[in-house]
Structures are given as C-alpha cells and as structure tokens.
C-alpha cells in the first residue's frame, strides 16, 4: 500500500521552502536592512510549519535584555499534538549573533526603528529560519507614491508588450 504523502507548503526556491510572507510589511515600512536568525520552536510548531500552518502578517520583534523575540506570530496548533501542544501565539526567541542584536535593539531605541518579519522559511538544511527587517513606518503618502509607482510600471510593462 502506498503512504500518503504530506501536504506540501510553500514553494522551494534556491534552496529554500517559504512557510510564510509578510506581504503587507514592504507596503506599510521602508525596509532599510535585513538579517537572517534562527527560531526556538517546539516539536509540535515544527510539524505544523511543516503542514503550512503559520501566518507573521500582524507579527513583530522586539529586544529585551539583550534577546530578540517574535511577538505575536501565529503557529497553529498541530492537530496531532496532545497536552504539550503549543500556545499559538506565544513569544519565540530568534537566534542570532551578539553584534547584530546589539546594532538591531540600539537602532530601535534610538531612532525609532522596527524589527518586522517578512518571511518565515526552511533552509537547505531543513531548519527553519524567519528573515527580519529592520524598519521605519510610511506615512499615507509615502503608500499612496508607493501605489502610484507600481501602477506606472504595471502599465509600462503593457505598453512595452504591446509594442513588439
């Protein structure tokens, strides 16, 4: 008898399975710099990644006492798990180097940054790691210039297919 293969999620490029994209998070801050950390998960959250099963849109890091956390990211509970299932939106430490940490929370307290995620994925080694970017918010204008640029490009792009 044949197994039954597993819901597969997101799409492998370069090397990489995308769980999650924060889509609204180049739409509503500059992204100025981004970084690479690692995530302390459970089992349970890694089977239900695995599932596909995560959403980081209304997600954000924050630094405390020398730690970077995702805040508010939502896992969903593993319909396998038992009574150690996780919380699905519990607090997760994301690992990173010293130096980063240390550049990422001055920059927040400081100028006022951001430490938004804007996509949640495995790596070629299957771990699974969330790309953040560090962030200043856009005012209504700012998304309006945004919207008005993408529109002209759209419209170029027909206008150049048209003339072949």
């Given at each position: ?142 998304k309006r210039a945004t919207e008005k640029e993408r529109d002209w490009n759209r419209e170029k792009g027909r206008l150049m297919k048209e003339n072949r």
């Amino acid at each position: 008898m044949a197994k039954a293969k597993a819901k597969s999620s997101g799409k492998w490029v370069g090397g990489k399975r995308t769980i999650a994209v924060n889509r609204k998070a180049r739409y509503n801050y500059f992204i100025e710099e981004d970084f690479e950390a690692g995530i302390i998960l459970t089992g349970t959250e890694v089977k239900s990644l695995r599932a596909g099963e995560a959403n980081i849109t209304d997600a954000y890091a924050e630094a405390k006492m020398g730690e970077i956390f995702l805040i508010n990211a939502y896992i969903k509970e593993y319909a396998m798990g038992n009574r150690f299932n996780h919380e699905a939106r519990r607090p997760r430490k994301l690992l990173m180097k010293r130096r980063e940490i240390g550049k990422i929370a001055a920059a927040i307290q400081r100028k006022g940054k951001t430490l938004i995620p804007l996509s949640l994925y495995f790596n070629e080694k299957n771990k699974v790691k969330v790309k953040v970017g560090l962030a200043s918010g856009k005012k209504g204008h700012d998304k309006r210039a945004t919207e008005k640029e993408r529109d002209w490009n759209r419209e170029k792009g027909r206008l150049m297919k048209e003339n072949r």
